[in-house]
């Protein structure tokens, strides 16, 4: 995208600003308390969904 695309480009409202960190959240939510809940199939769920947050910090970011 050129300059002069970028300065036309419309902004993004409140909901494209904070879609990811919310459902980001939403998943660490339902991954305490899955852990919370029981064992065996709740700590898989649990384990999964708290492993999201970590693999996405850790990827490469664009710049």
Known sequence: MNMQQRAVAKP???WGIFRIPFW???ISAVGLVS???ADGVWD???WL?????VIIALRPRRV
Do not use: E, Q
């Open 12 to 14: 993004a409202g409140l």
């Open 44 to 46: 898989a769920l649990s």
């Open 49 to 53: 969904c708290l492993a999201v947050p």
């Open 35 to 37: 852990a919370l809940l």
């Open 24 to 26: 980001i959240g939403v």
